[in-house]
């Protein structure tokens, strides 16, 4: 089979007459917080909204009440875990999640999964469970990879699906002005960069020949919390930048929406290489200009509507910035790129993708050419 890239294939029809039971599983999901969490809630959401009954399975537990349009099943026993299995049609695995899969070895369901991340270690460290998912995968009637960078490193024969991004949620507020410049946005760890966001800044202040070009009210907020925080904190003061850079700490919902839609440009420079990153689409529906690393899934992330700089690369961040900073005509560019490129993300467009693929493995319809 030869990988396929989905994205751009418009969904023409659907195949099937009858609902579906979909069994759906994610290792996580609400109110955990992250990527696989936000796209299982998506494609579950929008499977059920398709008419197909769903239900889904996962570890993470709630204390919140949230209802859902589907059955969330906590922490499932083995007999929960058969009696699941014996009931779906189809069984759809949101990332390899072998505590809730297993029992489909019994029962034979057509399979669907989708990879969210690396089948291997940070090194390129293949250890047991990492094998033993690979040999999981090897029984899916299909695999779908989150970006090209997990299909041309993980599984070169999975179709290609960009993640969607909450788009009721994240959106542009016209009453909001941008009254700021960048914003970091994730944890604070040592993979996700914030260091070097705060080196680069620290560089457009120092540097001679940058001194005269930066404004020196310009300003970046970092929105997060984690185990580097003060760290961080202290490293901001002992380069003199309070005044250019402010902690939000954590931020959620419409507070979140608000603070994206006051800034123009987002920095996403992980030193760690993401999967996709949907934290790129979520500050691009809300107006900010992309600058990430161009390690994993990210470049596919911003596509055409932002800029890549060398991952790890200080030097080359700067450059990013300066480029946006001193050519209005590219912002314009990049911003009008925006549109399209968000559009492609739609929870609906994503979900019909993956709908497509889902009632073909049921119904046993040829390979898509």
Known sequence: MTSLILLSVPLKFVFLSMPLKILFLSHKFYPDIGGIEVSSEILARAFSKAGHEVRLLTWSKDSTGKVFPFMVCRNPGKRRLFKEHAWAELIFENNPCLRLSWPGIFFGRPSIISLQTWLFQIGGKIDWQHRLKIQWLNR??????????????????SFVIENPYEKDIFRML????????FVFLGRLVSDKGADLAIQAFHSLFTERDLQKAVPSNLLLTIVGDGPEKERLEGMVSELGLQKNIAFRGSLSGELLVNCLNRHRFILVPSLWEEPFGIVVLEGMACGCLPIVSDGGGLPDAVGNAGLTFRRGDVDALVSCIRKVLENPGLEKQLREAATS?????????????YLEIIERAVVNQPSIS
């Open 174 to 181: 016209p009453d909001v002005p941008k009254t700021a410049d």
């Open 341 to 353: 490129h968000l559009a492609a993300h739609y929870p609906d467009v994503i979900s019909g993708r």
């Open 140 to 157: 899916a009637q299909k695999v779908i990879a989150c970006s090209n960078a997990i299909r041309k490193r993980c599984w070169p024969d």
